[in-house]
Every structure is written in structure tokens, then in C-alpha cells.
């Protein structure tokens, strides 16, 4: 099992940044895929964003235009860039790694990180 660890969060006033960043314990460049969910209380876990071992990536609609998602293969991670951040962004923010197409269905997940945008 490939092991995530999150790191990033914190508080922020409305219309802030936040970058947050996601080390696995494996090559990156093996990774068949990575990304980022969010979770409130009683809530379902929602997509955010994700990036292929190619490079390609993918936005939810809700956050298109004010997150990026990119990797650093350097630090062996990904980052999610979070600008201009609403107060619906406040979230427990979890990354995912999926080592193979053969384990789609069975992520790595991280211990999560709170993100909390209020004034």
C-alpha cells in the first residue's frame, strides 16, 4: 500500500491562498494516478481535483478557475493550489494515490487536513 501524507491546511480570510501538498512513499512517476477530495461533517466526500502519470489533469466545476493541481517530481508529491478561496471551500481536504489500473477501485488515502476559510 502506497503511503500519502497531506500537509498544508490552516486558516485563511476569504479571498486567500493556500497550497497544500500530498508526498507519497513510492516514485512518483509510477503512480498511476493522484488528487484531492474534500469532506464536511455528514457529508459525502467530493472530487476536487486529480492528475495522471502523464500529466493530465482534472477540475471539479466548483473549484475550475481558482485551483491548480500540478506535480514535483523533485519532492516526489503533488500540490493543490487553492486561490481565492470562498468560505464553501471549508473542508477536510484528503489526498488519494492509485498505484495501478488494477487497484482503481482500492486508493491510498491520507490522514486528511482541515482547511477553514472564514473572516
Known amino acids: 500500500q502506497v503511503q500519502v501524507v497531506e500537509s498544508g491546511g490552516g486558516l485563511v480570510l476569504p479571498g486567500g491562498s493556500l497550497r497544500l501538498s500530498c508526498v507519497v512513499s513510492e516514485s512518483i512517476r509510477s503512480i498511476y494516478a493522484m488528487g484531492w477530495y474534500r469532506q464536511n461533517p455528514g457529508k459525502a466526500r467530493d472530487f476536487v481535483a486529480s492528475?495522471?502519470?502523464?500529466?493530465?489533469?482534472r477540475i471539479a466545476d466548483s473549484v475550475k478557475g481558482r485551483f491548480t493541481i500540478s506535480r514535483d517530481l523533485a519532492k516526489n508529491s503533488i500540490i493543490l493550489q487553492m486561490n481565492n478561496l470562498e468560505p464553501e471551500d471549508t473542508a477536510v481536504y484528503y489526498c488519494y494515490a492509485i498505484r495501478n489500473m488494477v487497484q482503481i477501485n482500492t486508493p491510498s488515502w491520507g490522514q486528511g487536513t482541515q482547511v477553514t476559510v472564514s473572516s
Open positions: 492528475i495522471g502519470s502523464n500529466g493530465s489533469t
